[in-house]
C-alpha cells in the first residue's frame, strides 16, 4: 500500500495544503485506487521554508500546488499509467 502524507502544519496550511489534499482525494477516486492508498496529514516534515511539502512512501516532494498534484499523481501513483 502506498502512504501519502501532506504537510498541515502553519507554512504548508498557508501555502495551499487542503487544496493539495483535496485535489489529491478527487484523483484517489476518479481512479478508484482508494484500497491502494493510505491518506495521512502531519504537521511538520521539516521543511517549512519549501511547502507544501508531501511524503509518498519514503520520499519527500517539495513545493507542491495544488496544480502540480495531477503530474505527481500520475507519476508516483499510478507509475506513469494514464488510464
Do not use: P
Not at 495551499?16 to 482525494?25: E, I, Q
Not at 521543511?47 to 495531477?70: F, H, L, P, S
Amino acid at each position: 500500500m502506498l502512504r501519502l502524507s501532506i504537510c498541515f502544519g502553519s507554512a504548508c496550511h498557508l501555502r495551499g495544503a487542503y487544496g493539495v489534499l483535496n485535489a489529491f482525494k478527487a484523483l484517489i477516486t476518479k481512479y478508484e485506487v482508494q484500497s491502494e492508498i493510505d491518506i495521512e496529514g502531519n504537521f511538520c516534515q521539516g521543511q517549512c521554508t519549501e511547502g507544501v511539502v508531501i511524503k509518498i512512501n519514503d520520499e519527500i516532494i517539495t513545493n507542491v500546488a495544488q496544480e502540480k498534484v495531477y503530474e505527481i499523481f500520475i507519476e508516483k501513483v499510478l507509475g506513469g499509467k494514464q488510464y
